[in-house]
């Protein structure tokens, strides 16, 4: 969860919308986690770091971010 608020504050996006952008789960996805009523599961953890890894931080890469289909 410390990955994806560090790369969400990185793009200025909530991490809720990470979850979302990276075909994760829906808008409460990331609520339900952080209330400790759900757990992601190894597949939908892939899914986020596979889109994070596409989709750097500007700083991170060339100063440009690409949309990439989850």
């Known amino acids: 969860m410390a990955e994806v608020r ?7 996006l909530k991490p809720s919308t990470i979850v979302q952008k990276a075909g994760a789960g829906g808008g409460l996805t990331w609520a339900r986690w952080e209330r400790d009523e759900s757990s992601p ?10 889109y994070m890894a596409k989709n750097p931080p500007p700083e991170a890469g060339r100063g440009e971010t690409t949309e990439a289909a989850a």
Do not use: F
């Not at 560090?6 to 200025?12: E, F, N, Q």
């Not at 599961?41 to 596979?50: A, C, G, M, S, W």
């Open 41 to 50: 599961t190894q597949r939908t953890l892939d899914k986020i770091r596979t």
């Open 6 to 12: 560090a790369y969400a504050a990185g793009v200025g």
